[in-house]
């Protein structure tokens, strides 16, 4: 049904990649209408800041909790950028203290981002 919309919709219409959210669903459906996807940072932002205060219900210590969300402020901060290049750059220096990342948000990066990383910055690749 969604699929069917987008399709009649863009029918005809110039178009340059659709912005969604970070349903899986929407990733199969625009491969399989050839069309780029560009996700959505503010949904990512979203996603991860409310996987966190779950996370703050846990028994961590302060000092843990402060360096998980200290370093998903820095992940996010990748996303700030304006610059296709830089933003690539900093999302490898990141990705490269893998080990270091806590968990929670390597979890989160294995399901919605390291795969996915061009999805995000797509629309910066297209005004180079």
Known sequence: MIKQFIKESLHNKPIIAITT???????????DLNIKQQLC???L????YTKLKRKR??????????KIYTNAKQFTEIFHETN????????EEYINKY??????????MEKHVINFIDR???????VL
């Open 45 to 48: 932002r979203r996603t991860i």
């Open 99 to 108: 080990d270091e990342i806590p968990e929670v948000l390597q979890q989160f």
């Open 21 to 31: 959210d970070l349903y899986p669903m929407y990733r199969n459906i625009m491969d």
């Open 41 to 43: 940072i503010i949904h």
């Open 84 to 91: 296709y290049y830089l933003a690539k750059q900093k999302y």
């Open 57 to 66: 219900r846990t028994k961590l210590s302060e000092e843990e909790l402060d």
């Open 120 to 126: 995000y910055y797509y629309t910066l690749k297209t």
